[in-house]
């Protein structure tokens, strides 16, 4: 079997909430079954008692906080510039529920 | 005046100096810009307006002898991206065509504090995914050396503008190697600073422990001036180091005596003859500087490829999941409701390979796969830095050339893994956080320009840059203008 296949693109359009045209799972199903036997040449290196690299930085590695007070931020107004569609100072969506 | 064969260092004197006035060297290059965009394809915006006051404001300023930036009258080209106040950033995608930035990057707002003046929005691959910028959803960028081929990506547009001296500096942002091989490409010099040297703060994140910030320009010297402007702390990225900013321009070097150079010579056999000679001609004019060269071993990077593809792409899975439709960007006119507004806005918006991306992404972090794909890269991850660390603890900088191959017709690349491949001497300096800088290295038979790269251990960003500039001024391939841009107008 395929290691990565029909099921799987299937899967992950919902998990990552693309919804695909049909005409493009053909391409990208071949796509990735390339691209995943690719990467699956990771499986050959010995990695035994090797830890995961969590944090890429050697010369900073402490946890970066701040004092809990409230700083300057951007007005509502101009956050609300870019949404597609408001309606009295708030986002506006299509509806969440059906009737 | 030829302004256009100036380096941004010699522009700002001229100006301080009151031998061109800042509104002058506005209405020079914005026209160059007017005259080329169209064959170049570098800028998807030009910012006429803004350029045009803020070069008024100098003028003024320098009039009235007041203390002025240190990138003073010089044009620099932000990669659209990375957002500049006020002005629409869409990251070439058909998702952010209306998105207006609500404020700059720290990186926009340092560079425009030290009184550079922004001419404009350069093309990029979509959110910076590729390696030609023919992923750019709106038209692609092509190469001023030889307008059939590419300038390389995802940074395409900002490369091809500085190598067509449309501008004389640029910012790119490098996840995998997308400053270093456009650069190469273009015959012009890209720095990728260590992870956290540049503020990220300001722009839109693609693999958040790969990215980073840092400029392209005609020449090493612009590099540093640039850097220190750019190489700064910010409280709005908490990754942005908290070290104070380098020196680069009074340490630049000459020469590169007492210097020890590591060439991973295993691990680059399989180069082509024609990029093997041009990288070991590079190699011999170090050691007439005085190198001492060495071999290192990063066989390991064979794999980086592979653990690239599973970190960016997991990484770009979720960054990427915040363009929902919901709060900004394009949302679909077909959605009827609130699951459809997700689905359709980002099958509507993304572009394939963004898609791709996202979707790869999604896969090796799924249930199942994780422990195999992501957490698999990440070990291999820390065996990359490992070699690296051992490499290092023989020798003061890493030397490979940036990519295989010179620039390469568009089209050239159908399959996915053949276009990834080309970025295997870049990604391991992002895989392990490390500066690294591409420098002109001549030219391959067909007059396409090879490009050199030094990488240093993390924080040596400033040698990096005087080791390249050793080099560059021994060998002047970066003073070199593609002859269909060698002319004013």
Same mark, same amino acid.
């Given at each position: 079997?395929?290691?990565?296949?029909?099921?799987?693109?299937?899967?992950?359009?919902?998990?990552a909430r693309i919804q695909l045209k049909d005409e493009e799972k053909k391409d990208l199903l071949e796509s990735l079954q390339k691209i995943v036997e690719y990467i699956d040449q990771l499986d050959s290196i010995d990695t035994k008692d090797v830890a995961c690299c969590n944090h890429v930085s050697q010369v900073q590695n402490e946890n970066v906080v701040r004092d809990d007070v409230v700083g300057e931020l951007l007005s509502r107004e101009t956050l609300l510039e870019n949404a597609p569609d408001q309606i009295g100072g708030m986002i506006r969506t299509p509806p969440i529920m059906q009737d | 005046m030829d302004l256009y064969k100036l380096s941004a260092y010699e522009l700002r004197n001229l100006f301080l100096d009151k031998k061109v006035k800042a509104t002058e060297i506005t209405e020079y290059f914005l026209k160059r810009i007017e005259k080329n965009n169209k064959k170049l394809g570098a800028f998807l915006t030009v910012l006429s307006e803004r350029a045009m006051q803020k070069a008024k404001e100098l003028d003024q300023k320098n009039a009235e002898n007041k203390p002025m930036g240190r990138l003073a009258g010089v044009p620099i080209a932000i990669k659209d991206n990375t957002h500049i106040e006020k002005e629409i950033t869409t990251c070439a995608s058909q998702f952010l065509t209306n998105y207006k930035a609500p404020?700059?990057?720290t990186a926009v707002k340092l560079l425009e504090e030290q009184d550079a003046i922004l001419v404009g929005k350069t093309n990029l691959d979509e959110f910076a995914m590729g390696s030609s910028n023919e992923n750019s959803s709106f038209y692609p960028s092509y190469n001023p050396w030889n307008l059939d081929c590419t300038p390389g990506g995802s940074s395409g547009g900002s490369a091809s503008a500085?190598?067509?001296?449309?501008? @004389?500096?640029?910012?790119?942002?490098?996840?995998?190697?997308?400053?270093?091989?456009?650069?190469?490409?273009?015959?012009?010099?890209?720095?990728?600073?260590?992870?956290?040297?540049?503020?990220?703060?300001?722009?839109?994140? +693609?693999?958040s422990s790969l990215d980073q910030i840092g400029p392209i320009a005609t020449n090493v010297k612009d590099i540093g001036l640039t850097m220190e402007v750019l190489g700064k702390h910010c409280p709005h990225d908490a990754m942005s180091l %908290?070290?104070?900013? %380098?020196? #680069?321009?009074?340490?630049l070097r000459e020469d590169l005596s007492e210097i020890t150079v590591g060439v991973p010579w295993h691990f680059l056999e399989s180069l082509n003859k024609e990029a093997h000679d041009n990288f070991v001609q590079s190699i011999e004019t170090m050691k007439s500087l005085g190198a001492n060269i060495i071999d290192v071993n990063l066989d390991i990077l064979k794999s980086s490829i592979a653990v690239y593809y599973i970190l960016a792409t997991a990484e770009a899975s979720t960054n990427l999941a915040r363009f929902d439709g919901i709060r900004y960007g394009v949302r679909s006119k077909d959605a009827k409701n609130l699951?459809?507004? #997700? $689905? @359709?806005?980002?099958?509507?918006?993304?572009?394939? %390979?963004?898609?791709?991306?996202?979707? @790869?992404?999604? #896969?090796?972090l799924s249930s199942g796969f994780q422990e195999a794909f992501y957490k698999k890269a990440q070990k291999v991850r820390t065996l990359v830095i490992q070699s690296f660390d051992a490499a290092f603890s023989n020798c003061d900088c890493i030397c490979m050339p940036t990519a295989p191959i010179t620039s390469f017709k568009l089209g050239t690349f159908q399959d996915p893994i053949?276009? #990834?491949?080309?970025?295997? +001497?870049?990604?391991?300096?992002? @895989?392990?956080?490390?500066?690294?800088?591409?420098?002109?290295?001549?030219?391959?038979?067909?007059?396409?320009?090879?490009?050199?790269?030094?990488?240093?251990?993390?924080?040596? $960003?400033?040698?990096v840059v005087s080791y390249a500039h050793a080099y560059e001024q021994a060998t002047k391939f970066s003073s070199k203008i593609p002859p269909l841009f060698d002319k004013e107008f």
């Open positions: 079997m395929e290691k990565f296949n029909y099921q799987n693109l299937e899967d992950l359009q919902k998990l | 404020f700059s990057a500085v190598a067509s001296r449309i501008s @004389l500096i640029a910012t790119g942002s490098d996840t995998g190697g997308s400053i270093r091989q456009p650069s190469a490409f273009c015959g012009v010099v890209g720095f990728k600073p260590t992870y956290g040297r540049v503020s990220r703060y300001g722009l839109v994140a +693609f693999g %908290e070290f104070p900013a %380098e020196s #680069y321009i009074e340490n699951e459809e507004v #997700y $689905d @359709l806005s980002r099958d509507q918006g993304f572009g394939y %390979e963004v898609k791709k991306r996202i979707l @790869l992404g999604t #896969y090796v053949g276009m #990834y491949l080309q970025d295997i +001497f870049t990604i391991s300096a992002n @895989l392990a956080g490390l500066p690294a800088i591409s420098v002109p290295s001549g030219f391959d038979k067909d007059n396409k320009p090879f490009g050199l790269q030094f990488l240093g251990p993390q924080l040596h $960003d400033a040698p």
